[in-house]
């Protein structure tokens, strides 16, 4: 008995001192939509880059941050946003809940022209694209397609995949995308014909990848990143294509809650996570263009991708589009 208590005893005064040691550094919390992949990759840059500093990161949907910092205002326990839409960053800064870049040393001009904002950073940018699965389309004898006029054809029925622009983030860009491109009556036109090609519009932005991979349709309207990740894996029966349109986007930025611009660490932090870790992600998993003049490359992802022009978003025009979808 004089054992156990005593290893009881020992393993307390561990938790106690483990303890008071995170207690007494300086604690930075951070709110994230980022996948675990990159999460823990940031983690470990951030313990490696600040030993003295407790950097919390915490994972939430994109949706449950914005009405997370929204309710609790600058009470929030939050100090930086790391990868949420641009949307709901332009829904947070309207409330007055997002510190101004210039309170920080970063030069935002490094990065894209169509990502600049004066209240944070480009994080990553998630572009789409139409993904083939080539060994469906030549067991049935069928054409690729070359454009979104070609996927109206009778022989693509019941073999086409699409995100639903209600549920998923991916499946917007592509309606908004032809909004711009189209005109608003012609893609909403467009898209009644679509339908009745449409095997299933799926819950998220990975469902068209994911039926394609199990052969269950021949197009896919997709993830540009995911398909790579497959293709990598070993997905030889995958193929990216473009149309003239140019691939449809959304934007994830960083930023820091108002009112913790005055902390020293959070800043710092925060200049860290948008400049250096921001950069190294870019270059090992979303290789597409953020940072000017910068065009990383990774094993078979496509390069000079033409984007889409998708100007002009924001979560008011969001909604009035989403409640005009009807499928």
Not at 21 to 29: A, D, F, G, L, M
Request: charged share 25%; aromatic share 10%; glycine share 6%.
């Amino acid at each position: 008995m004089k054992k156990i208590s005593l290893i009881i005893a020992v393993v307390m005064v561990f938790v106690s001192v483990f303890t008071a040691c995170n207690e007494s550094k300086t604690e930075i919390i951070i709110y994230t939509s980022s996948e675990d992949f990159r999460i823990e990759y940031v983690e470990n840059k951030m313990e490696e880059r600040f030993p003295d500093y407790n950097v919390v990161i915490e994972y939430m949907s994109t949706s449950n941050i914005a009405a997370k910092i929204k309710t609790e205002g600058k009470n929030t326990a939050c100090d930086i946003i790391w990868s949420l839409e641009y949307g709901y960053l332009d829904q947070l800064n309207a409330d007055g809940l997002v510190a101004p870049l210039s309170a920080t040393a970063i030069d935002n001009s490094i990065y894209s022209e169509d990502t600049l904002n004066d209240n944070w950073t480009v994080d990553i940018r998630n572009g789409g694209a139409i993904i083939l699965n080539t060994k469906v389309l030549e067991e049935r004898g069928l054409a690729e397609p070359e454009t979104y006029e070609d996927l109206l054809k009778p022989e693509y029925k019941g073999l086409i995949s699409m995100p639903s622009p209600k549920s998923s983030g991916t499946g917007y860009t592509f309606l908004y995308a032809l909004v711009k491109s189209m005109g608003e009556d012609a893609a909403f036109d467009y898209f009644d014909k679509l339908s009745e090609n449409v095997l299933q519009y799926t819950a998220s932005g990975s469902g068209p990848v994911n039926a394609l991979m199990q052969n269950e349709v021949a197009i896919g309207l997709g993830i540009t990143a995911q398909a790579v990740t497959k293709i990598n894996e070993g997905a030889d029966n995958l193929k990216i294509k473009f149309f003239e349109e140019g691939s449809p986007y959304a934007l994830y930025g960083n930023a820091i809650v108002s009112g913790r611009e005055t902390r020293n660490e959070v800043v710092e932090v925060f200049e860290y996570l948008a400049t250096t870790c921001v950069s190294e992600i870019n270059e090992l998993y979303f290789p597409e263009n953020i940072i000017k003049d910068k065009y990383p490359v990774v094993e078979n992802f496509p390069t000079n991708i033409k984007y889409s022009d998708m100007s002009g978003d924001n979560m008011a025009e969001k909604q009035r589009l989403l409640d005009k979808w009807k499928y």
